[in-house]
């Protein structure tokens, strides 16, 4: 993340322009539709079309009459109302997928409309930081979309070979750029565990959310805080932001739920700005990005980790605050990179909060071995220069496991247990 991705993109569909063609598809999630936009104006003279928002269907019809660069969401790709006669009729040149993880569950409908597209034009460009998120089948589905013969044969190397002939059958598609490789001067990246306490924290509301085995509210517990009191990691929180502002940083926080970006904003007051939430639109959320790159006074961005740690850039940041550890590493990845990333002249510090004796030691130790098993198997492509066997593990197992291991260091008998264990998201 953040070394250049789009850019490539643009320069390939300028390259198509050059050789003559003239009509190319951009899909992308509607939280960078608008950095698309700006970003293809700014590096390059070729004419772009908006396809998204209420007038859409105008917009897609003066795709149609003129071509251009389209630029669309997965969602409202779905609303086209082309057959495949008329999209092949179309002779798009170049189809650009950002954010191609959306797209690794071919079963989806987002999927199997993409999937008309891909199919009929020459040349198409997955782009993506995450190919594989949990395991190595969402990289082979990926895989397959692109060339059906290549991702067979990479369902049988997973499971026979093991990485290293992964990677090698893999190479003639797969290019990754890691940072180290590509931007040695980007300034260091220094990450931080902050380890808090339960001071100030209603811990009762924690054991209630385990004995029910609910494990968002597990995860939300350490910010659900004793009546007049500050919950310790709140407490951290500012004391970070404000060593931040004092010494002239601009600071974005993360947090999966509204119910914690809510406490942090309603605590720093005037010192944040947002928040970037899902329900914000993308040009909305880029408005707010703008005015805090733009500020002359350092701030605290606030954002959902869904919402605002894809597809932003956010240089203007130095410092990172996690608070909560995440399911999948890709979401703390790309979160991070909203600052470390090309045009960063600052040392950027990540602070993960974390409450010990929690869930948040399990999620840690269950990053870790997500991304031991990303390393092994996308890390590196052989193009640019086992995990034994992924084990298929879906989040509802984790939480399983987690909030049992909970249960048992809280002494509390699963025989005594009534109910099921969730794992619903926060609205």
């Not at 071919?106 to 999937?115: E, K, N, P």
């Not at 009762?204 to 517990?221: L, T």
């Not at 992924?390 to 509802?396: F, H, N, T």
């Amino acid at each position: 993340m953040g070394l250049g991705k789009t850019l490539q993109a643009i320069s390939a569909i300028a390259h198509r322009s050059m050789s003559g063609a003239t009509r190319f598809l951009v899909v992308c999630p509607a939280s960078v539709v608008t950095n698309w936009i700006r970003e293809v104006n700014s590096r390059s003279d070729l004419p772009i079309i908006k396809i998204h928002g209420e007038d859409h269907k105008a917009s897609l019809q003066q795709w149609v009459e003129s071509s251009g660069i389209g630029i669309t969401t997965y969602d409202t790709l779905k609303s086209f109302e082309l057959t495949e006669q008329a999209i092949a009729a179309l002779a798009v040149d170049t189809v650009i997928v950002d954010e191609a993880h959306y797209i690794k569950n071919i079963s989806t409908g987002r999927s199997r409309t993409i999937t008309k597209w891909l199919d009929r034009a020459p040349h198409v460009i997955f782009l993506t930081g995450t190919p594989l998120e949990n395991r190595v089948e969402e990289f082979i589905a990926l895989a397959k979309l692109l060339d059906t013969s290549m991702g067979n044969d990479l369902s049988r190397v997973a499971l026979a070979a093991g990485p290293e002939s992964f990677r090698k059958t893999v190479a003639p598609i797969y290019l990754r750029r890691n940072t180290e490789e590509v931007l040695k001067e980007l300034p260091e990246l220094i990450e931080v565990a902050e380890y808090c306490t339960w001071e100030g924290v209603y811990k009762q509301n924690y054991i209630d959310a385990v004995v029910a085995g609910n494990f968002m509210a597990m995860r939300r517990a350490a910010f659900s805080a004793q009546p007049d009191m500050q919950t310790s990691k709140l407490e951290r929180l500012i004391e970070l932001v404000d060593e931040s502002i004092e010494s002239g940083q601009k600071v974005i926080i993360f947090s999966f739920f509204r119910s914690v970006i809510e406490q942090v904003m309603h605590a720093l007051g005037e010192r944040a700005i947002g928040p970037i939430t899902g329900s914000v639109s993308s040009t909305q959320r880029q408005n707010i990005v703008d005015q805090f790159q733009n500020s002359l006074i350092p701030l605290a961005l606030v954002g959902q980790i869904q919402a605002a740690g894809t597809g932003l850039n956010i240089q203007a940041a130095s410092v990172v605050i996690l608070c909560e550890p995440q399911i999948k590493p890709s979401l703390e990845v790309q979160a991070i990179a909203r600052a470390h990333r090309m045009g960063q002249v600052r040392k950027v510090q990540v602070h993960r909060l974390i409450l010990p004796e929690s869930v948040d030691e399990h999620m840690l130790a269950m990053l870790a071995r997500k991304q031991s098993e990303f390393d092994q198997y996308a890390r590196e492509s052989e193009l640019a220069k086992g995990i034994i066997d992924v084990e298929v593990v879906s989040e509802e197992t984790i939480a399983k496991t987690i909030v049992a291991e909970e249960r048992k260091r809280l002494g509390i008998n699963e025989s005594d247990v009534v109910g099921h264990i969730t794992n619903e998201e926060e609205g």
